[in-house]
């Protein structure tokens, strides 16, 4: 199975701020790489899918980079909404595990 | 807009069947797309649990294969997860979900529904 980390597992932020999450696999995916949000009492929503594609909806102050097992995902300009949990998950091959999780909270 | 809708009781006794439904509403599942499961708790965080096809081809995550089967029901738009042999490890929020196969990503999720393994 390939393995998902994420850093920092939480972080304290300010709004306006730049904020850059770290996803790592345990062995290349390319670019199959999938970013999920979720707030809490809620279902994860997509954010971004193949590492940098931004889903139908989604804010432009999202991003995604990163190839083969390392991988960011970056919020340019830290929004009240935005204060929530980020997921990643490999969408390279079963099973499509998911890292742990990182919180983004209010400073 | 396609919506998602997951049902089933709540309270399951360990060494039962828990059987979870999810209605889709605002797409026909014939016309394509997989269809998964996805569970959470917070001991094992987001865990996938298998996805199905609209025809019924399906593929599940081999830590939980032995005891997952899904089943789909275009008539009623629905489909079904039945985890056989629970315990309380098997106790999560549980999400189904519409599956893109290009990318495998989960595009469309239902709201979750808690279910619990307790005697």
């Known amino acids: 199975d390939i393995q998902m980390t994420q850093s920092p597992s939480s972080l304290s932020a300010s709004l306006g701020d730049r904020v850059t999450i770290t996803c790592r696999a345990s062995q290349s995916i390319t670019d199959y790489l999938n970013w999920y949000q979720q707030k809490p009492g809620k279902a994860p929503n997509l954010l971004i899918h193949?590492?940098?594609t931004l889903q139908s909806g989604v804010p432009s102050r999202f991003s995604g980079s990163g190839s083969g097992t390392d991988f960011n995902l970056t919020i340019s300009s830290l929004q009240p909404e935005d204060f929530a949990v980020y997921y990643c998950?490999?969408?390279?091959?079963?099973?499509?595990?998911f890292g742990p999780g990182t919180r983004v909270d209010i400073k | 807009q396609v919506q998602l809708q997951e049902s089933g009781p709540g309270l399951v006794k360990p060494s039962e069947t828990l059987s979870l439904s999810c209605a889709v509403s605002?797409?026909?599942?014939?016309?394509?797309?997989?269809w998964g499961w996805i569970r959470q708790s917070p001991e094992k965080g987001l865990e996938w649990i298998g996805s199905?096809?609209?025809?019924?081809?399906?593929y599940y995550n081999p830590s939980l294969e032995s005891r997952v089967s899904l089943s789909v029901d275009t008539s009623k738009n629905q489909f079904s997860l039945k985890l056989r042999s629970v315990t309380a490890a098997d106790t999560a929020v549980y999400y189904c979900?519409?599956?893109?196969?290009?990318?495998?990503?989960?595009?469309?999720w239902g709201q979750g529904t808690l279910a619990t393994v307790s005697s």
């Open positions: 979900a519409r599956h893109w196969p290009n990318r495998s990503r989960f595009d469309t």
């Open positions: 605002g797409y026909a599942m014939s016309s394509g797309y997989y």
């Open positions: 193949s590492a940098s």
């Open positions: 199905i096809y609209h025809s019924g081809g399906s």
């Open positions: 998950q490999q969408s390279d091959r079963t099973p499509f595990n």
